[in-house]
């Protein structure tokens, strides 16, 4: 597609559960953010990926929380064992690395409910 | 590492012009940017600056930029109600792999 698409838009799970949030970047972008946002909150920064260099993890919370890039395209968000503090809107968002203006391009956002 | 530090909350009336402001510490990035969350959406860039400039205008806004102070503020002249939303500035952390820091964001709030 032509923008960033993340799955599922919107998730209700049990405290306790195990989630996954896909994020499909443009096609062609090196580099993958995650982030968080409670409602009516900034931006909390989870975790960057930059082509094939190790990720920056230094924003995820606890050790609950992990990302994968496969094959420098698709990224999958986990969180195990959910709590209801997890309730949040995960932004994914991509770009072309250092190149250009560096405008980063944001998807709608998948939001997780925690019950 | 970069830090960006925005006030959280801004209210004006419609038809006034809005100010919102950023300070950050990492000097070195090359654009600073001002990003827009509308109400249920991702962000969209809004604007930018070359860290070269000290002022760029694109229509209602008004980017200011001061090195020096390492202080950035957008200007809204005429302000809508359509301007209701979340602004994020951000700036690129040149030690930590070109990675992109935002703001908290500010609230602007406008009232008819």
């Known amino acids: 597609g032509a923008g960033v698409s993340q799955s599922p838009s919107n998730k209700v799970t049990e405290k306790g559960k195990d989630v996954e949030l896909r994020c499909d970047p443009i096609s062609g972008h090196t580099a993958l953010y995650w982030y968080r946002q409670s409602l009516g909150q900034g931006l909390e920064f989870l975790i960057y990926f930059q082509g094939n260099s190790a990720p920056d993890k230094s924003g995820l919370p606890s050790d609950r929380f992990s990302a994968e890039r496969t094959g420098g395209s698709v990224s999958t968000l986990t969180i195990q064992r959910t709590q209801q503090e997890d309730s949040a809107v995960y932004l994914c968002a991509s770009n072309a690395g250092g190149g250009g203006t560096g405008e980063l391009f944001f998807g709608e956002g998948s939001r997780l409910t925690v019950l | 590492g970069e830090d960006v530090e925005q006030s959280l909350f801004l209210s004006v009336r419609e038809g006034d012009s809005s100010v919102i402001n950023c300070t950050y510490t990492?000097?070195?990035?090359?654009?600073l940017y001002w990003y827009k969350q509308e109400p249920g959406a991702g962000l969209q860039l809004l604007t930018y600056?070359?860290?070269?400039?000290d002022m760029k205008q694109d229509q209602r806004l008004t980017v200011l930029l001061n090195k020096k102070d390492k202080h950035l503020s957008l200007r809204i002249a005429d302000t809508q109600t359509g301007d209701s939303a979340i602004y994020f500035c951000a700036g690129v952390d040149n030690n930590a792999g070109n990675m992109l820091t935002f703001g908290g964001g500010t609230r602007l709030m406008v009232k008819p």
């Open positions: 600056i070359f860290s070269n400039m």
């Open positions: 990492d000097s070195s990035s090359t654009y």
